[in-house]
């Protein structure tokens, strides 16, 4: 594993509607916990129906890594559970949908747990920030520093590469299309 060239972990995690055991699951993530940690990366997590079981995995490990839930779709109290430990939200398309979670929930993250992200969605960066911008009664401008500013302090400091060139649309960073988080397997 080239350290330098890797910027995150993932995405790894627990979908309790898949159809792979979660005994299976929870063995793969726990190794990619252990990665995470022995190469210093933050941590990119997919959760479905599994807040309990990753609550109950932080508790165990304790990591020192960042762990970034993506494509948050959680309750008040979730967002609460979560963010209480130190766990960072990343919130996607569902927001535009009145009648998803998140769309009520994103105004209890914490602005320093909180990233943006496509995912597989058809719309564009500038299209979730600016509904974000809305829901969260911020300005553009404050959000995409904001969001900046979480992805500078908790993932840029853990790669050095040292030769990078950013702009705000960095803060994207997990968007699959793009193909900028990076997927790692075991090896
Ligand atoms: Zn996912």
């Not at 979660?22 to 726990?30: H, K, M, P, S, T």
């Not at 979730?78 to 960072?88: A, H, N, P």
């Not at 299209?127 to 900046?148: C, M, Q, R, V």
Request: net charge neutral; glycine share 4%.
């Amino acid at each position: 594993m080239k350290e330098n060239k890797i910027i995150a972990i993932g995405e790894t995690g627990l979908d309790r509607n898949h159809k792979e055991t979660i005994d299976l699951q929870l063995e793969v993530f726990e190794k990619h916990i252990l990665l995470s940690e022995q190469y210093q990366k933050p941590l990119i997590i997919h959760n479905v129906k599994a807040t309990a079981d990753i609550l109950r995995l932080h508790k165990k490990h304790r990591p020192r890594q960042t762990w970034i839930i993506h494509g948050f779709n959680g309750t008040d109290q979730e967002v609460r559970q979560l963010t209480e430990r130190g766990i960072c939200l990343s919130v996607g398309e569902s927001i535009f949908y009145p009648n998803r979670k998140i769309t009520k929930s994103i105004s209890s993250i914490p602005l320093n747990q909180l990233f943006l992200e496509t995912d597989v969605s058809e719309r564009s960066i500038q299209e979730i920030y600016g509904k974000a911008s809305e829901l969260l009664n911020l300005p553009l401008k404050d959000l995409k520093e904001t969001i900046f500013a979480n992805f500078t302090r908790l993932i840029l400091s853990t790669w050095n590469t040292g030769e990078i060139k950013l702009d705000y649309s960095m803060a994207d960073f997990i968007d699959h299309k793009d193909r900028v988080a990076i997927r790692v397997v075991d090896t």
